[in-house]
């Protein structure tokens, strides 16, 4: 990550391998937090179930409010939520997360989709800030409904949160009119499944890459869970199919299954019916019996 956001120096070690509950450790109260990837596709699952066993709390919510998050919310670990999705696909609107928004209890604070990799872009690059023409004219300039300082309030790290959700100027280059001065998205920490990774950090993702290739650069602290470990020489010779680099991580876990019940291209497909029993009326209240009830990895 740019120094912009971040002093300090990554530690340069030759294996980063640690288990689960070890990685989830360096995840504070009041951090920013992304998960990776996207809706119900190679999701960080057994992270998120692991943040629900050691109870963090207060924690902000990058980029979508899916699957995995929706987990977190429902069990108390997440208080608020800057992005653009709320929703599991085909499944409906997040039922942690809309319940929760309903009675005051989780503040989601809404942007664009294109805001979402904007921001990651900036912060990964070390601009403060960077212009769009996106979201103009829609409910994310409502004032109504900017909830920035809520997340400043609630954060533990002051310096992810930027002082105002936006700001509105003419171009001064093309005149173009006007445009939306969008600040950097960085994280405290970004979390992200992978189909493979080795002991030094370098991952493979096969399918989609989401946000992914951006907020590695953008979080202070990067935690890799894997579906497997293999070795660093293994990656290295074909070097155009990876794209997370290890001098990017801080920390890799080997979790087999562990995006499940989403799927990760190359090892298994969604679990319709698990995604199906979740969004059902009656399933546990808080969702935290999905974590609690999962064996450690």
Known sequence: MNDLFDQRHRKTRENKIVTLPEAIGEIRDGDVVMLGAFIDTRRPMAAAYE???QQKRGLILLAQCSLAEDILVGAGCA???RGCYTGIATFGLSPATLRK????QFFPDEIGHLDIIYGAMAAMAGCPFVATRATLGSDVL???????????EMAGNKGMIPRKKFELMEDPFYDQG???LLPAMPADV??????????????RISGSLAFDHYF???ARTVIIST?????????RREPNRNQIPCTAVDMVVEVPWGGHPSQVHGCYDTDIAFIRDYVKPGFPSTHNEVGNSTPNA
Request: glycine share 6%; no cysteine; net charge negative.
């Open 51 to 53: 943040i629900v066993r």
């Open 79 to 81: 208080a608020a939520w």
């Open 101 to 104: 928004t309903e009675s005051g």
């Open 142 to 152: 409502n004032d109504q409904m900017d909830r920035n300082q809520v997340l400043l």
């Open 178 to 180: 006007m445009v939306k």
């Open 190 to 203: 970004a979390v992200i499944h992978t189909s493979m990774a080795g002991e030094a950090g370098t991952a």
């Open 216 to 218: 590695i650069h953008a």
């Open 227 to 235: 579906e497997q470990i293999v070795p660093e020489e293994y990656l």
